[in-house]
C-alpha cells in the first residue's frame, strides 16, 4: 500500500477502540439507530443464497438516483438480490420508502438494506466475508481506502456509477497520484456522470473511464402524498407561495429578508422553508420569529393557515409535495458555497426555478436549463431573490415558459438506469 493509504490503515485501527463511543453520540443526535450499531462494524450478516450484487448509495441523493437502477437490476434477473448499503439513516429510510413492495417483502425481500460499516480493516473485511457479494458498485464518491483494498485482497468486482469528483477533490488527489491510481485503477468499471468528471478520473488513474449520463438527470419525478397534496391545496387556495428548497445554514436568512420585502406588494405570500437537513427546523423557525414572522411547522403538526407567513416543512422525503405546490422555487445550496441542490427536481415537477450562484453540484444540468430559459440565476443578495422571485409571480406567460423548457431539459437520458444496470450485471460471474 502507498504510505497515504498505509497512514489512513494505521489511524483507523487506532481510532477503532473509541469508534463505539461516537457511533453512540450520534444515536443521540438522530445520525444512527441504536439497535443497528452492529452493522456499522461489519456484524449483522444474512446472506440469501443465488446470486448478490452490493450497492452502496451514501445517502438521500445517492439513494433516489440508484432506485431506477435497482428496479432494471430485478426486473433484469428475477433470481438476483441486491444488498443496498448507505452511510446516514435519512438515506436508508428514503430507500426503504420509495422501494417498489415486491422488492421489499418481509417474508422474502429481494432488497436487503444495512448500513455501511466504518472504514476500519477488520469490520469492512467481516463485512465482505459475511455477505460474499458477487460484484459490487460505489455511487458518485465513495472512496474509501480500506474497504477498497479489502474488495481487491479478495477478487470482488467493483464498479464507481455515475461518479463524480469536484475541482477541488481532483486538485487534492492530485498530490498523491500513485494513491489515486491504486484506488481508481481497481475498479473494472467506471461510469462518470459528465465529461468533465470522465476527464478528472481519467487522469488520476481510471483509464477505461466512459461517460454516459447523470443518474439524477434519469430519475422518476419525486413522489407525493395524494391526500396531503389535496389537502394543502385546499388549504391555500390561490395563495402565492415560494419555496427554498433544501436550504442550507445561511440561506434562510436571505430567504426571510426577501419575504419581508416581497410582503409589502404581496401580504398573502407563504413562504415555505424546507431545510436540507430536518433537524434544523427548530432553529430555522426560531430565525423566523425573531424577525416578526408569523411561522408554523409542519413537523410540529402546523399548518398554513391564513396567518401563517413562514411555513418550516421540516420532514423527510416531502420536497415532492411542496415543489407541486410551488408558484416559484430556489433551489437551495446555491446562495451559499455548497454548491447546490439538485435542480431536475423541480424541473420534472413543472416548478419555476431560480439558481444562486454556487451550483458547481450540478454544473452540466443547470447550463443546460440556463441556455433553454428554463431556471433563472440569482445573487447571493435578499434584494436580488426578492426581484427575481416578484418578476417570476408576476409574469405567467413567463413562468409557462420556464416551465416547458425545463421539462424538456429533465427528460433526458430516461434510459441510463437500465443502460446502467446491464452493465452491472456483465461484471458478476455467470450463473452457476
Known sequence: MRLPATMWRLAANLAAPLLPWHLSRRVGRGK???????ERRGLGTTRPPGRLLWLHAASVGEARSVLPVIEALAAADSALHLLITTGTVTGAETL???LPPDLARPDAPRVIHRFLPLD???WVGRFLDGWRPDAGALVESELWPNLLEAARQRGLPMALVNARISPRSFARWRRFPATARDILG???????????DRSRLQALGAVAALSWGDLKAAAPPLPVDQAALDRLRRLLGDRPVFLAASTHPGEEALVLEAHARLALARPDLLTVLVPRHPERGASVADLAARQGLAVARRSDGGAPGAQVAVYVADTLGELGLFYRLASVALVGGSLVPHGGQN???????????LLGPHTANFTEPVARLLQAGGALRVRA????????VAAVL???GRTRAMVAEAALVAEGQAGLPGQVAAA??????PAR
Do not use: N, W, Y
Not at 481497481?186 to 468533465?196: D, I, N, P, Y
Not at 435542480?343 to 426555478?353: F, H, M, Q, S, T
Not at 443578495?381 to 427575481?388: R, T
Not at 452491472?424 to 460471474?429: A, F, G, H, S, T
Open 381 to 388: 443578495d435578499a434584494g436580488a431573490l426578492a426581484e427575481q
Open 186 to 196: 481497481g475498479f473494472r468499471l467506471v461510469l462518470a456522470r459528465t465529461e468533465e
Open 32 to 38: 444512527e439507530i441504536g439497535a443497528r450499531l452492529h
Open 120 to 122: 476500519v480493516p477488520r
Open 394 to 396: 408576476s409574469d405567467h
Open 343 to 353: 435542480p431536475l427536481e423541480a424541473a420534472r415537477l413543472g416548478c419555476p426555478i
Open 424 to 429: 452491472l450485471l456483465e461484471l458478476m460471474p
Open 96 to 98: 426503504m420508502r420509495h
